[in-house]
């Protein structure tokens, strides 16, 4: 049922203006009628799903589960409108919730599953919907939706890996900036006023930590307000088109952080490959599709290029291979599998690969920059201390 906001007059002239629930516009005007109204005007509420309302974002995780619930109920023999409706009921989310069952109106409609869809880009992406069109065109939802549903919860695998193995380096970063503020503005001016106190000569390092310390202490809320300010500008230049393009291009530059963001879109590319062949898409249909999936716009655009060589007849693997980012590995299988005319068995064998490869990468640059930030703390930790040490050494030996 939808919300519409109504006015409607009674015979005496007295206005009602309020919102409720019906079927459609015909359902409201004789509710209304039963009561002795007439609607003057109705329209529909449209309701706001935002992605980005606490708690309510639509994450990876729940639309494997709905594809595979949905894949499921239509697989029992269930018709798409009954089985959006049953799906509607068991979402917790309430934006997607809300989502569904618009989605159930529209169909109910006489639209298609993957049209209704297409009014909530921000719930559906773009890939599902032409997955979802692919099967009622082939009469193999069902199959396809189930493929989603592995395609979504391995996605959603690898970015909770991701998260996870980012946690405590994160952690570990902000407990060494809250350390280096707290002996620079509270612990390093005690000792600067007694060392100030008891006279001597200020080693240079002494002299300009104090310094720097004394800054801090005068701008701290300005340094603050700055940092968040900074934050909030990169986090929104990023979200630009621009922003995005040279964010994903210092990822493949970056030593450590390179390997996986290649093993990420190799296996991402492996299996949504995999998924779209084997859907019965042809390779130039499937290539622009897999364009709009990469997750990196630097790489994104080389894609279209090698998309171009295709068209042109060359070959899968001649065309990967200039994007110049994907393994030798995956050439190699391309190739094989361009021979045998088993292109998706051999992308899908990749993939697995490729996963495992992610779990490696991902276990490495963990181990390698926890290390690293705990020397960083250890040195910054170090050069303070030595700043408060030294001319107290000084003191006492001149003292003695």
């Not at 707290?182 to 006023?193: C, W, Y």
């Not at 006279?199 to 800054?215: C, E, K, Q, R, Y």
């Not at 090698?306 to 190739?335: C, K, N, W």
């Amino acid at each position: 049922m939808a919300v519409y906001t109504f006015r409607a007059r009674n015979l005496e002239g007295k206005v009602w203006k309020d919102s409720i629930e019906a079927d459609s516009i015909e359902a409201l005007e004789y509710t209304l009628g039963e009561k002795g109204y007439f609607v003057v005007s109705a329209k529909e509420k449209k309701e706001s799903f935002s992605l980005f309302r606490f708690g309510e974002r639509v994450t990876k995780r729940d639309l494997a589960v709905f594809c595979r619930q949905l894949s499921v109920i239509i697989n029992a023999g269930v018709t798409i409108i009954e089985a959006v409706d049953i799906v509607s009921k068991q979402i917790a989310k309430r934006s997607f919730a809300q989502a569904l069952s618009a989605v159930w109106e529209d169909v109910q409609k006489g639209k298609l599953l993957s049209q209704a869809m297409a009014g909530f880009p921000q719930v559906f992406p773009e890939f599902l919907r032409n997955m979802v069109r692919v099967g009622e065109a082939s009469g193999t939802l069902d199959t396809i939706m189930m493929q989603m549903a592995d395609y979504y919860e391995n996605e959603d695998r690898i970015n909770r890996k991701v998260k996870t193995a980012m946690t405590y380096p994160a952690i570990l970063g902000v407990l060494t900036v809250g350390v280096v503020i707290l002996l620079m503005v509270v612990v390093l001016p005690m000792f600067s006023s007694i060392l100030t106190e008891m006279g001597g000569n200020m080693p240079g390092i002494t002299i300009a930590l104090m310094a720097v310390s004394d800054f801090l202490r005068s701008n701290i809320l300005v340094i603050l307000l700055f940092l968040v300010l900074l934050i909030m500008a990169l986090a929104a230049y990023g979200k630009t088109e621009t922003g995005r393009f040279r964010f994903d291009t210092l990822r493949l530059k970056l030593p450590v952080v390179r390997t996986l963001t290649v093993k990420v879109i190799t296996s991402r590319f492996a299996r949504s490959m995999a998924i779209l062949l084997r859907s019965g898409l042809n390779i130039i249909n499937a290539m622009s599709i897999m364009s709009t999936l990469i997750g990196n716009r630097n790489v994104e655009e080389r894609f279209m290029e090698s998309l171009d060589d295709i068209r042109q007849g060359r070959g899968i693997a001649y065309s990967l291979e200039r994007v110049g980012i994907f393994p030798p590995l995956l050439i190699h299988m391309v190739t094989v599998g361009e021979r045998t005319g088993e292109l998706d068995e051999m992308l899908l064998r990749t993939s697995g690969f490729f996963d495992d490869e992610v779990e490696a990468a991902i276990t490495k640059m963990t181990t390698l920059i926890e290390p690293i930030m705990i020397i960083i703390l250890a040195v910054i930790i170090a050069i303070i201390l030595l700043s408060i040490f030294l001319p107290m050494l000084e003191i006492m030996n001149a003292v003695s």
